[in-house]
Every structure is written in C-alpha cells, then in structure tokens.
C-alpha cells in the first residue's frame, strides 16, 4: 500500500537537472523528517537527503553533496529534491518515505509510507 505519490522522473543527458516532488493526499508531510532515497537494480535501497521536520535542516548523501538540494513547501505539502549536474551514476528509481523516528536516518527500515518511485535516467 503506498501513501507518498514520487513524480519529476525522467531522461536527461549528463549535466542536466531534474526536480523530483514527493507528496501525499491524506498524510500532512510537514509532521515528518522526509528522506530520499534511491534504488539501483540488486542493491539496497540508498539515502540521498533528508530533510527535517523542525528546522527544514537537510542532510545529504556524499555522492550527491553539491548537486543535490532538498526543500519543503507545506503550503503544498510537497517536499522537493532538486537535482542538478546529473551523472550516468545517478540512474535509479527514486523514492520517498517518512522517518518514524524522526532523526534523519540512514537506514531505510525507519521509513515508512513509501511511495512506487519515480525512475531517472542519465545517459552519458
């Protein structure tokens, strides 16, 4: 059953950029530290950023560090991830969840309401 809805994927050439959203129709995301994450076919799941529920504080994985920007709009209840001088090495399905115990994890078993992903594609 998935709760959070991921959209923004798609194809774009190396150096491009992509804005991903994740949102929600019954769940108020603002209540949650909101991770991304990001899956390549036969590895675990990876945290790219999260974002804090108290301070809009993010964190950021050490690949994407520079390129990648996390933010809130809770008007709109959306949290978005701005990605920017894309690499072939960022293809993957990306994915929202909410942090449980809201400290920002690392671990994708403290995420829950995952959403189906959205798939990105960087052709070199």
């Known amino acids: 059953q998935y709760r959070f809805v991921e959209s923004g994927g798609g194809l774009v050439p190396a150096g491009g950029s992509l804005r991903l959203s994740c949102t929600a129709s019954?769940?108020?995301?603002?209540?949650?530290?909101i991770g991304w994450f990001r899956r390549v076919p036969g590895k675990e799941r990876e945290r790219v950023s999260c974002?804090?529920?108290?301070?809009?504080?993010?964190t950021y994985g050490d690949s994407v560090k520079g390129r990648f920007t996390t933010s809130r709009d809770n008007v709109k209840n959306t949290v978005y991830l701005q990605m920017d001088n894309l690499k072939p090495e960022d293809t993957a399905v990306y994915y929202c969840?909410?942090?449980?115990?809201?400290?920002?994890?690392?671990?994708?078993?403290?995420?829950?309401?995952w959403g189906q992903g959205t798939q990105v594609t960087v052709s070199s």
């Open positions: 974002i804090s529920r108290s301070d809009g504080t993010a």
């Open positions: 969840g909410a942090d449980f115990w809201a400290v920002c994890s690392v671990e994708e078993s403290a995420y829950v309401y």
């Open positions: 019954d769940i108020s995301l603002d209540e949650y530290d």
